[in-house]
Structures are given as C-alpha cells and as structure tokens.
C-alpha cells in the first residue's frame, strides 16, 4: 500500500508526455491546484443539485459528482489512495496533451450545466471549466521573446510588400 500511495503522488508531480509546450511550474502547480479545488466544490455542489425535484437536475447532479470525481482521479491521485487502480489512471492522464485535458474540463463542465441551469450547477461546474480554459492557455505554449517576435513581424511586413 505504501509503493502505491509513493508512486501516485510521483506520477502526480510528473509531467511524462513530451508533446506538451514548455509551462512554468507555477502554471502547472496552479492549473492542478485550480482543477482539485474545482473537483471538490463540484462534488459537494454536486449532491446539492441531485437533491432538487427536477428529474434533469438530478442527472446533472449525477453528472457533476461523476466529473468531480474523475478530475480528482486525473488531479489529485493522492485524495483516492484507497482505490485499487488509481495509479492507471493517473498515468493515463499524465499521458494527455494540454490540449486534450482542456478540451475534456470545459466540455464535461458545460453539460451539466445545459442540463439543470442554477446557481449550484454553475458553481460547481466553473471553477472546472476555468480550469479547462487555464490548460488551453498552457496548450498555446510560452510567449516568445520580444527578438524573435521583431523578426516575425518584419518577415511578415516584407511577405505582405512583395506581394502587391
């Protein structure tokens, strides 16, 4: 239990897929951290939904819970250390591009969302979709220096003068 518990909190602080743009580490910490705050105020949000009378809010409530739960598999292995496959499917997310976990955060927060629009709903489900946003802007990549966007930008100039 113990190698388990060691390898889900390594496999958490790593980032194994090599196709992702160079990020600061305050960036990763941040979109990490952002992601489980989100999953866990979701996840009690969540219950407050399943517990309207509208059969629609009901499955957004079971929706929101089950997404809250997924992020916090995908965020934060160490929170579920108890569950046998935890370490799989941490890896399975550390393996994801920017780009992919930004498309799955924003789109799984906004359906519950469409489906029983109120105040718990969207709460619980913004912080995730923020999340989602904040990967999305990991995806683009660091700016470039100021040098290199100056010779852009004066390639750019001479391709649109030659061109007329």
Same mark, same amino acid.
């Given at each position: 239990?113990?190698?388990?518990?060691?390898?889900?909190?390594?496999?958490?602080?790593?980032?194994?897929?090599?196709?992702?743009?160079?990020?600061?580490?305050?960036? =990763?910490?941040?979109?990490?951290?952002?992601?489980?705050?989100?999953?866990?105020?979701?996840?009690?949000?969540?219950?407050?939904?399943?517990?309207?009378?509208?059969?629609?809010?009901?499955?957004?409530?079971?929706?929101?819970?089950?997404?809250?739960?997924?992020?916090?598999?995908? %965020?934060?292995?160490?929170?579920?250390?108890?569950?046998?496959?935890?370490?799989?499917?941490?890896?399975?997310?550390?393996?994801?591009?920017?780009?992919?976990?930004?498309?799955?955060?924003?789109?799984?927060?906004?359906?519950?969302?469409?489906?029983?629009?109120?105040?718990?709903?969207?709460?619980?489900?913004?912080?995730?979709?923020?999340?989602?946003?904040?990967?999305?802007?990991?995806?683009?990549? =660091? =700016?470039?220096?100021?040098?290199?966007?100056?010779?852009?930008?004066?390639?750019?100039?001479? %391709?649109?003068?030659?061109?007329?």
């Amino acid at each position: 239990m113990g190698q388990a518990a060691s390898d889900a909190v390594t496999a958490s602080r790593t980032d194994t897929n090599p196709s992702n743009p160079d990020a600061a580490w305050w960036c =990763k910490l941040a979109a990490r951290a952002l992601s489980t705050v989100g999953a866990i105020i979701a996840l009690f949000t969540g219950i407050w939904v399943f517990i309207s009378a509208t059969p629609l809010c009901w499955v957004g409530g079971i929706m929101q819970m089950l997404i809250a739960i997924l992020v916090l598999l995908f %965020e934060c292995p160490y929170c579920c250390l108890m569950v046998t496959f935890v370490q799989k499917v941490s890896q399975f997310a550390d393996n994801r591009t920017y780009w992919q976990k930004a498309l799955m955060y924003t789109i799984s927060a906004i359906v519950p969302i469409c489906l029983c629009a109120g105040i718990s709903t969207i709460t619980g489900n913004l912080c995730i979709f923020v999340a989602g946003v904040f990967y999305g802007l990991m995806a683009l990549g =660091k =700016k470039a220096d100021r040098d290199s966007m100056i010779m852009t930008a004066a390639q750019q100039d001479l %391709e649109m003068n030659t061109n007329q």
